[in-house]
């Protein structure tokens, strides 16, 4: 990996590298750096200082002027707009949760809390609209009260999960971007010393990356105050407001407008809506309701493919995106693949230790024509991806403006699927002289059709899938998180297979498939008829819905009484093995009575299409020798006025009302005429 390769790598997963006074500086989320990348560090530290220094050492971001209005980035612009379009929508709620353990100094909590507000102005932002649009300004530092959720539970695992609960649905709540704040915190107490703290934010104040900075700060200025002294974190060098101000002239500027012209050009023409094979109709509006599914891999199968993708000069993660377009070329057909990937977008310094919605998207566009092997299917995705880092300052938001893609509320506009790689923090930590577990609380939310991502940390790797329950059912999901693994198994074994054939399954669904549900081999009843084995059925389940009509419904017990009447009576008529009967009530209940009711009697049934001309009728009724015709009053007058001998018998008009309903007499075997059918 040369120095760009890793740049970029270390920037997508989150990490910031700038150069200070010929030193390279690095800031990274807690378990990013692999020993793996800190050797790669070691070895380009000479080109990163030289590709870094020309432009990060340079220039700094300018303050914001705080004489006129502030404007919005342009994300917060996007999620402001979609506010004003659906008021009161919580898909974009934030929050992080922890589990407390020890004597919590609850005033030392409330004075950090407050500090973090304090540093942070943007957690104090409300929007408000001027004549140059949205803009942003900002409250006082607040005081900071926690009053504790409590349970009555008598049971420690109950009362642990029914404070976590209310403490969550404190924090989905909508929030109300014109009058803030935009930002919650809440306690609750499980016992004396166990809480649990959850800390919300609205997505327009906050991303994953400001998650770990809140996460970062509250450990040191928890620990300064519990133990009397002064923190020592120091003062934030620039604010979230700064940060929009450099953006907006940024996108003044011509280096956003080249990057743009990139954009344009690789995203242009018709983009492909992706065609899921979804388990239910797409609702014409997105409602954001998900759900998420996990299956785990093994760090030496994620090892395994991390070779081969350095063979080629590539990253592990261009090739899991590699094999996520795999998949989904090989779910839809579509060799045109389209997918989302966030990045943390903190590319300058001034920007690492704040608390803010910096984190982009960038759009991955791969031609999976052709079949190619893995192998050089990774080599169009490390290009792809190379590309897209040169390009990442293009707000997303400025992107879908710019091509003006077919709205539709129903779908998300370029991408409707993610992909991410993730290093986990560790599950377990200390805030202070408290032991601190952070807690994986599900948003029951997904922003998008389907995204998937891989979840490393130092004791586990996790393959998950955040999916709209809208289109989706879990086990759907589930099965293709096990097609990724099969996908990655495969690719390890035999780089250099085509595409299409590679495992999509693993052994024991292969097997499930192609062997068990297969497995058709039946026993042939050749001695039972077709009117037995649906009175067997009747006598099972005799309450059960055996056909609907429009509003009407009959069950199968009834279904069976009401054949048993007719057949008496077709008997009464001479209705014998050998005899025919003529169905003529078009596609109604009646004709289903009318067909077992023939059987029943040891009939063979006639069925008539009533479009036919009477010649034609009146031809099949003397050819085939009808001994009676079951038809409906409304269409009895479609019928020949010449039946000869037979009777003509209208179901809707006859009375069941003191017939004989039981069983009927068995004449027939399997090997009589059922039914005779003209042509």
């Given at each position: 990996m040369n120095g760009s390769q890793l740049l970029t790598e270390l920037r997508r997963l989150g990490a910031s590298l700038w150069v200070e006074g010929r030193e390279l500086k690095l800031k990274a989320p807690t378990g990013v750096l692999t020993a793996e990348l800190r050797e790669e560090l070691k070895r380009n530290k000479a080109s990163l200082i030289a590709i870094l220094a020309p432009s990060d050492g340079a220039d700094e971001v300018p303050f914001a002027k705080r004489d006129a209005p502030l404007p919005l980035s342009s994300t917060q612009e996007r999620l402001w707009f979609l506010d004003q379009?659906?008021?009161?929508?919580?898909?974009?709620?934030?929050?992080?949760?922890?589990?407390?353990?020890?004597?919590?100094?609850?005033?030392?909590?409330?004075?950090?809390?407050?500090?973090?507000?304090?540093?942070?102005?943007?957690?104090?932002?409300?929007?408000?609209?001027?004549?140059?649009?949205?803009?942003?300004?900002?409250?006082?530092?607040?005081?900071?009260?926690?009053?504790?959720?409590?349970?009555?539970?008598?049971?420690?695992?109950?009362?642990?999960?029914?404070?976590?609960?209310?403490?969550?649905?404190?924090?989905?709540?909508?929030?109300?971007?014109?009058?803030?704040?935009?930002?919650?915190?809440?306690?609750?107490?499980?016992?004396?010393?166990?809480?649990?703290?959850?800390?919300?934010?609205?997505?327009?104040?906050?991303?994953?990356?400001?998650?770990?900075?809140?996460?970062?700060?509250?450990?040191?200025?928890?620990?300064?105050?519990?133990?009397?002294?002064?923190?020592?974190?120091?003062?934030?060098?620039?604010?979230?407001?700064?940060?929009?101000?450099?953006?907006?002239?940024?996108?003044?500027?011509?280096?956003?407008?080249?990057?743009?012209?990139?954009?344009?050009e690789k995203l242009g023409g018709e983009l492909p809506i992706l065609q899921l094979p979804t388990d239910r109709p797409r609702p014409p509006v997105q409602s954001f309701a998900g759900d998420n599914a996990r299956v785990e891999l093994s760090h030496d199968e994620l090892s395994a493919l991390g070779e081969l993708a350095k063979s080629e000069g590539a990253t592990l993660f261009m090739a899991l995106l590699a094999l996520y377009q795999t998949l989904l070329y090989r779910l839809t057909g579509q060799p045109d693949v389209v997918v989302g990937t966030p990045i943390a977008a903190r590319n300058r310094p001034e920007f690492h230790n704040l608390i803010g919605y910096f984190a982009n998207t960038l759009v991955v566009r791969t031609d999976l024509a052709g079949g190619p092997s893995f192998r050089e299917l990774l080599r169009r995705v490390r290009g792809n991806c190379l590309d897209a880092y040169e390009n990442q300052d293009t707000p997303f938001e400025r992107l879908v403006n710019a091509l003006q893609p077919e709205r539709d509320l129903a779908t998300t506009p370029i991408v409707q699927t993610l992909f991410s790689l993730?290093?986990?923090?560790?599950?377990?930590?200390?805030?202070?002289?408290?032991?601190?577990?952070?807690?994986?609380?599900?948003?029951?939310?997904?922003?998008?059709?389907?995204?998937?991502?891989?979840?490393?940390?130092?004791?586990?790797?996790?393959?998950?899938?955040?999916?709209?329950?809208?289109?989706?059912?879990?086990?759907?999901?589930?099965?293709?998180?096990?097609?990724?693994?099969?996908?990655?198994?495969?690719?390890?074994?035999?780089?250099?297979?085509p595409i299409t054939g590679l495992p999509i399954m693993g052994e024991d669904e292969r097997r499930l498939v192609l062997e068990e549900w297969n497995g058709t081999a039946t026993e042939i009843r050749e001695d039972v008829c077709a009117d037995q084995l649906f009175e067997e059925q009747a006598a099972r389940t005799p309450d059960a819905i055996a056909l609907v009509e429009g509003a009407h419904e009959v069950s199968y017990g009834e279904l069976d009484r009401r054949a048993n009447a007719l057949a008496h009576r077709l008997r009464e008529l001479g209705v014998a093995p050998g005899a025919s009967v003529a169905i003529a009530t078009g596609r109604t209940i009646e004709m289903f009575v009318g067909i077992l009711a023939t059987l029943k009697a040891g009939g063979a049934y006639v069925p008539i299409d009533l479009d036919y001309p009477a010649e034609r009728l009146a031809y099949i009724f003397d050819d085939v020798g009808v001994r009676a015709i079951l038809t409906r009053a409304e269409v009895g007058a479609a019928l020949p006025t010449e039946t000869g001998d037979a009777h003509v018998i209208e179901l809707d008009a006859r009375s069941a009302s003191g017939e004989d309903t039981g069983a009927v007499e068995r004449r027939t075997t399997s090997k009589d005429t059922a039914y005779v059918i003209y042509t």
């Open positions: 379009l659906e008021p009161g929508l919580t898909a974009y709620n934030l929050w992080l949760g922890v589990r407390l353990d020890g004597a919590l100094d609850r005033s030392a909590l409330e004075r950090s809390i407050a500090e973090i507000v304090r540093r942070h102005e943007v957690l104090r932002a409300r929007f408000t609209v001027a004549p140059s649009g949205p803009t942003q300004e900002f409250a006082a530092p607040p005081t900071i009260a926690l009053d504790p959720i409590e349970s009555q539970h008598a049971d420690e695992g109950a009362r642990r999960d029914e404070v976590t609960r209310a403490l969550v649905e404190l924090c989905r709540a909508p929030y109300d971007l014109a009058t803030g704040p935009l930002y919650r915190v809440h306690l609750g107490r499980v016992g004396e010393h166990e809480h649990v703290l959850v800390v919300g934010m609205h997505h327009s104040v906050s991303d994953g990356w400001s998650l770990g900075v809140l996460t970062d700060e509250l450990r040191a200025l928890y620990a300064a105050y519990t133990e009397g002294r002064e923190p020592e974190l120091p003062e934030l060098p620039r604010q979230y407001a700064d940060y929009c101000a450099w953006q907006r002239e940024f996108l003044e500027g011509g280096a956003y407008a080249g990057q743009l012209e990139f954009w344009k993730e290093e986990a923090p560790a599950a377990h930590s200390t805030i202070g002289d408290l032991s601190a577990e952070f807690l994986d609380l599900t948003a029951n939310v997904s922003r998008m059709d389907l995204t998937f991502g891989v979840f490393r940390s130092t004791e586990t790797v996790m393959l998950w899938a955040e999916y709209c329950t809208d289109l989706f059912e879990r086990d759907t999901v589930e099965r293709w998180l096990r097609g990724f693994k099969a996908l990655l198994l495969g690719v390890v074994r035999d780089p250099d297979a």
